[in-house]
Nanobody, 124 residues
Framework: QVQVVESGGGLVQAGGSLRLSCAASGRTFSTYAMSWFRQAPGKEREFVASIDWSGSRTLYADSVKGRSTISRDNAKNTVYLQMNSLKPEDTAVYYC?????????????????WGQGTQVTVSS
């Protein structure tokens, strides 16, 4: 059974940093893209960042570009999201997703394994 587990969320002041982790098991993930999405209260889920199977290509939402870095360790079936210069508008539940494709994509229908999410709260 596929399991995707996020960790690393928490409460941080504006301007601070967090590193989210996502560990996947039950499937060979090294050939698939992995991504982060987020959902703020009262809003739809939105794309944050994606990384291809090899880690050589990444894609970011404009809202986090320049402040966040996605990376992966295929030996550990783990993907990371380093977030810096956090803003109150970054407050959301962050979800990790494993893709159906090897390439980066921001469309959630290209992902079929999702975690339960980790809460990130940024205070002003």
């Amino acid at each position: 059974q596929v399991q995707v587990v996020e960790s690393g969320g928490g409460l941080v002041q504006a301007g601070g940093s967090l590193r989210l982790s996502c560990a996947a098991s039950g499937r060979t993930f090294s050939t698939y893209a992995m991504s982060w999405f987020r959902q703020a209260p009262g809003k739809e889920r939105e794309f944050v960042a994606s990384i291809d199977w090899s880690g050589s290509r990444t894609l970011y939402a404009d809202s986090v570009k320049g402040r966040s870095t996605i990376s992966r360790d295929n030996a550990k079936n783990t993907v990371y999201l380093q977030m810096n210069s956090l803003k109150p508008e970054d407050t959301a539940v962050y979800y990790c997703a494993v893709g159906l494709r090897s390439y980066v994509t921001s469309y959630d229908y290209n992902y079929n394994s999702w975690g339960q999410g980790t809460q990130v709260t940024v205070s002003s």
